[in-house]
């Protein structure tokens, strides 16, 4: 690839989003919620694409599993932190970079973006869940015992919300029952 391919790709990419460019060695797209960043390196030899993720401070309950990620699913996009913001980040030699590998990054980078930190909190909420179905059956506990629980949490305002409407809080507890009756039987 050189400099000049990367306004005509980004153009095809996103053909109703404005591509700017605020300098030389850097482009610039927004289509909301998206927005691309690709800088050349000073020298022209590296090409960074960037898009933001979350604040860090958002982020910090996660950082291990953000490590993890790196490690096993980002493919060849990674998480980053700077200026107190996680990024999802990919930098490639720019002399070697083909159109095909700059257009996954691309995808890849909104895919991350998309999700967020969704996958994250997710992971820790069925760790916690399943850190409750141990800690029951340590105990004795069955899984109605421990569904009665729950229920009594809600009821104390321990979980949810005095306030909280009855309907509500409903729909809250059927979806405890729902994932403890899941993971119930695998741990």
Not at 6 to 23: D, N, Q, R, Y
Not at 47 to 58: G, N, S, T, W, Y
Not at 91 to 102: G, M, Y
């Amino acid at each position: 690839m050189t400099p000049d391919e990367i306004s005509p790709i980004l153009t095809a990419l996103f053909p109703e989003a404005a591509v700017e460019k605020p300098s030389a060695d850097a482009w610039q797209v927004e289509k909301p919620p998206l927005r691309l960043l690709a800088i050349l390196s000073e020298d022209g030899s590296w090409l960074r694409l960037l898009v933001a993720i979350a604040p860090f401070m958002e982020a910090q309950p996660y950082l291990a599993q953000i490590l993890e990620a790196n490690f096993d699913l980002t493919q060849e996009a990674r998480y980053a932190v700077s200026q107190q913001v996680v990024w999802g980040v990919f930098q490639h030699s720019f002399a070697s970079l083909t159109r095909a590998d700059f257009e996954a990054a691309i995808a890849r980078l909104a895919d991350l973006q998309t999700k967020g930190l969704s996958p994250f909190f997710n992971q820790l909420i069925e760790d916690r869940l399943r850190q409750i179905v141990r800690a029951s059956k340590q105990q004795g506990q069955t899984l109605q015992a421990t569904l009665q629980n729950i229920e009594r949490f809600y009821a104390e305002g321990m979980l949810g919300s005095l306030q909280q409407e009855p309907q509500e809080r409903e729909q809250f507890i059927a979806a405890w029952r729902a994932q403890l009756e899941r993971l119930w039987e695998e741990n």
